[in-house]
Structure formats: C-alpha cells, structure tokens
T-cell receptor
Framework: RKEVEQDPGPFNVPEGATVAFNCTYS??????FFWYRQDCRKEPKLLMS???SGNEDGRFTAQLNRASQYISLLIRDSKLSDSATYLC????????????FGTGTSLTVIP | ETGVTQSPTHLIKTRGQQVTLRCSSQ?????VSWYQQALGQGPQFIFQ???????GRGNFPPRFSGLQFPNYSSELNVNALELDDSALYLC????????????FGSGTRLTVV
C-alpha cells in the first residue's frame, strides 16, 4: 500500500463552485499533514498545514480524520487562479526527514 | 521569489552518461532534500543532507549520490543515466533537521535520450 493516496482527478469545475479533494495515508503514527499546490511545470508550494483536526484559511479548509486516516481539502468559491495540481503530503513520523507526496489531484476551474 | 536556486534549469543527456545537478539553499538553512518528480507523479524522496552528512535515503539505487558543502549548497549526481531518470529534480531546503518548513527550488528538468 502506498504511503499517501489521492484521487488524481481531473476535476473540472465552474467558477464559484465548491470542490473537495480527499487523501488517505497509511501510517497511523503520522502527526503532521500538508497540502501543497503545484502549478504546471513549477515547484510545489505550501498551501496549508494540518496539525490537529483541521485548519481554515479564507476559501480553503483542510480537515483531518485520524480514525479513518484521511485528510481533505475543501475549496469554496473557486477562482480561475485555483487551477493547479494539489498534492497531499505526509512527513515520516518522528524524524520528519522525508515527505511522502501523493500523486496529486488536478483541478481546472472553468470560466 | 524562491530562496532556493537550482541549476541548470533544463538538461538533455544521453543514456549511460553522468549528470550533476546543483542547489543553493535558502540562507540559514542547513538541511537539504532532493526529490524526483516523474511526469504525472508526485515527488519521490531521494535523500536528505544535514550538515554535510546523509540523513535518510529513499528507494533509489546507489548510482544516485549526493554531497552537501560547508556553505550548505548541495549536489545530486546520477551515474549511468537511464531513460526512466527523465524527470523534474527538486531540491528543498529547511531551517534545520526535522523542520517541516520546506522551501523548494524551481527544479531541474532532466531529459535522458
């Protein structure tokens, strides 16, 4: 089983829509989780950290369900500029010296 | 504007050749990690260096090797290149070992023909 699994999509949604991505992780000892955003042919950039049950930043909400070992990312009122690939990231527990990335979920927001 | 600089930005090599990729860490960051991202995949951990010592390695063969220098800049060397080595190679620096605050460079896109 992979350390981190994501639905690759693609998700094509109209502007203003709400979209949610899910990610599952295999190591129950994991404590920290991240969502990164990656634009086409660019480097990943940190979008949100998830350390407890969830985190909200404007139109973005990340939630963590430890019992089911999944993390979700909700984007409300989608903008054209939200079009990107969203990567779920789980560091190795304890040492944190290795990030496990999901394959990424592709989002295209349509005018 | 990223504080991590990678060079070159693009590179084309022939199968069997060797390649060296370079990374300058963000100022004050003593830990650097290298990742390989194949097309359509998430980045895969190659290894991490902390204060010039390897500090963890992913599932990559020994022909992938690295160095970190006293100024915390780093190199990734790949010998005997294979077609499957074609990928985006990302360097990420962090303030210290175990710090989750990665800053990624913009990557080196390697094509092996």
């Amino acid at each position: 089983r992979k350390e981190v699994e994501q639905d690759p999509g693609p998700f094509n949604v109209p502007e203003g829509a709400t979209v949610a991505f899910n990610c599952t992780y295999s190591n129950s000892a994991s404590q920290s989780f991240f969502w990164y955003r990656q634009d086409c042919r660019k480097e990943p950039k940190l979008l949100m950290s998830v350390y407890s049950s969830g985190n909200e930043d404007g139109r973005f909400t990340a939630q963590l369900n430890r019992a089911s070992q999944y993390i979700s990312l909700l984007i409300r009122d989608s903008k054209l500029s939200d079009s990107a690939t969203y990567l779920c990231v789980v560091p190795t527990p304890n040492t944190g010296n290795q990030f496990y990335f999901g394959t990424g979920t592709s989002l295209t927001v349509i005018p | 504007e990223t504080g991590v600089t990678q060079s070159p930005t693009h590179l084309i090599k022939t199968r069997g050749q060797q390649v060296t990729l370079r990374c300058s860490s963000q100022s004050g960051h003593n830990t650097v990690s290298w990742y390989q991202q194949a097309l359509g995949q998430g980045p895969q951990f190659i290894f991490q260096y902390y204060r010039e010592e390897e500090n963890g390695r992913g599932n990559f063969p020994p022909r992938f090797s690295g160095l970190q220098f006293p100024n915390y800049s780093s190199e990734l060397n790949v010998n005997a290149l294979e077609l499957d080595d074609s990928a985006l190679y990302l360097c990420a620096s962090s303030l210290r070992q175990g710090d989750y605050g990665y800053t990624f460079g913009s990557g080196t896109r390697l094509t092996v023909v």
